[in-house]
Structure formats: structure tokens, C-alpha cells
Nanobody
Framework: QVQLVESGGGLVLPGGSLRLSCVVS????????MGWYRQAPGKERELVAS??????????SYADFVKGRFTISKNNAKNTVDLQMNSLQPEDTAVYYC?????????????WGQGTQVTVSS
């Protein structure tokens, strides 16, 4: 059974930083893409950042609202996908979910973590 376990959420002041980490129980080589979504109260879940395996390496992608502030990375030794979040603002408050997907038999299978709360408030 594939498991993703997030950590690193919490309460931070506006302008502060947090680093989220997600331990992925499957080999990165078996995944198509990995990344982070978030969902604020009363809103749809939205993509924050992703990392997709391509022939030349990994292609990263960011939502416009986090470009220049958030950085996605992976640690092959620890099998984690991380999200460094800087210059946090109250509108970044949300539950952040890690995901990984695989292409199996012509279908895309998506796995999710349980989510970690990030609250930006003074």
C-alpha cells in the first residue's frame, strides 16, 4: 500500500517561512509526478507545485501565486518531496497535501497524504 506522510506544518507569522516534507513509500523512479496541493476553508483544492519526471530530469511547475516564494525539491536519500515556503502570507493558510502519481496500465493513479495544516497569522 502506497503511503505519503507529511510533516512540517504549523503556525507562522506573516513574512515567515516553513518547510514541509512528505515521505513517499514508493520509489521515485516509479512515479510520474509528485508535488503539493492546498485547500483553504470553503475553497477548492489547488495545485501549488509539482515535479514531473521527464527524459532530461525533473520539470518543476508552480502556481502563479507562489512563484518566487515557494520551492519544491526532492531528497533521494530520504525519499521525501519537500516544499520550502518563504514570505508566507495569511492567504497561504490552508491544509497542504502531498501527492504522487503513477501511470499504470494506461491509467493515472494518484496517491495522497493526510494533509498538514499551515496557518499564517499575527
Amino acid at each position: 500500500q502506497v503511503q505519503l506522510v507529511e510533516s512540517g506544518g504549523g503556525l507562522v507569522l506573516p513574512g515567515g517561512s516553513l518547510r514541509l516534507s512528505c515521505v513517499v513509500s514508493i520509489s521515485f523512479h516509479s512515479t510520474n509526478s509528485m508535488g503539493w496541493y492546498r485547500q483553504a476553508p470553503g475553497k477548492e483544492r489547488e495545485l501549488v507545485a509539482s515535479m514531473t519526471s521527464v527524459t532530461s530530469g525533473d520539470r518543476t511547475s508552480y502556481a502563479d501565486f507562489v512563484k518566487g516564494r515557494f520551492t519544491i525539491s526532492k531528497n533521494n536519500a530520504k525519499n521525501t518531496v519537500d516544499l520550502q515556503m518563504n514570505s508566507l502570507q495569511p492567504e497561504d493558510t490552508a491544509v497542504y497535501y502531498c501527492y504522487a502519481d503513477q501511470l499504470l496500465g494506461g491509467r493515472t493513479i494518484v496517491y495522497w497524504g493526510q494533509g498538514t495544516q499551515v496557518t499564517v497569522s499575527s
